[in-house]
């Protein structure tokens, strides 16, 4: 018996090569500092075979879910290390809670083909519903500097990078649900990183696609919109989109 997995248009092009690292080290400092730090550390990550280390952190009165968190945005930090020495430090508007939300590896890979390794992770944002689909995905590109350029976006599920051209640059697909016509339908963008920023790049493969969000698995993208009416609901950046 001949049996055919279903897939989306875009699956059919070859995926970017992963490395996945789960070895998280928790420090659970919610008691005496109202933090928690979440540690990863990847031997050889550089290309001379420094060590890197990552470390997600987060603050709040009250780790108990439901947890009471601060009013400051600003109170959830991504520290870079290379061999124990700090390189980076930035801000994400989203809460670290380890095994509650970190929805899968962090995963490293070249996702731009400039010959240097890039880091990814998804956080779940914790929703119910339709919302349990969202998640914040962060990126780490790598610059010829051993320094890194973080992009983070609000996405919807997770997928992995396709290279529908082969040039080596994986494009990065978003996912967002859009209302048409009384009826709802899954729209998939597609974004390059380049020079530090997301550049879409829908119209070289004649994207965006819709996709009709059914009560059953679907796949196809839909007869009941015309290509120049999906064009209408391309997605510019991804949304929540932050560049740091």
Avoid: C
């Avoid at 009165?61 to 124990?84: A, E, H, V």
Wanted: hydrophobic fraction near 35%.
């Amino acid at each position: 018996m001949l049996t055919i997995k279903a897939q989306y248009p875009f699956e059919v092009f070859d995926t970017v090569k992963l490395k996945t690292y789960n070895d998280w080290k928790t420090y659970d400092w919610t008691k005496k500092k109202n933090a928690l730090h979440f540690t990863m550390t990847i031997p050889g990550f550089y290309q001379n075979k420094d060590t890197l280390t990552i470390q997600f952190s987060s603050f709040a009165k009250d780790f108990q879910l439901p947890f009471f968190i601060t009013d400051d945005l600003d109170s959830s930090k991504i520290r870079i290390f290379r061999n124990k020495i700090e390189i980076q430090k930035f801000k994400e508007e989203i809460w670290f809670l380890g095994k509650y939300n970190f929805d899968g590896p962090l995963v490293t890979a070249d996702f731009n083909g400039d010959g240097l390794t890039d880091i990814k992770i998804n956080v779940w944002y914790m929703g119910n519903g339709l919302a349990s689909l969202y998640e914040r995905v962060i990126y780490f590109f790598q610059t010829s500097e051993g320094r890194f350029n973080k992009i983070s976006y609000k996405d919807m599920d997770k997928r992995v990078e396709r290279d529908f051209d082969k040039d080596g640059n994986f494009e990065i697909i978003t996912m967002t649900l859009n209302s048409v016509k009384e009826h709802n339908y899954w729209t998939f963008d597609l974004f390059n990183y380049v020079d530090g920023k997301l550049i879409n790049v829908d119209e070289k493969f004649n994207y965006p696609i819709m996709i009709q969000y059914l009560n059953k698995s679907n796949y196809k993208i839909t007869t009941k919109i015309s290509s120049e009416i999906m064009k209408k609901y391309k997605l510019k950046l991804p949304e929540e989109l932050n560049i740091q």
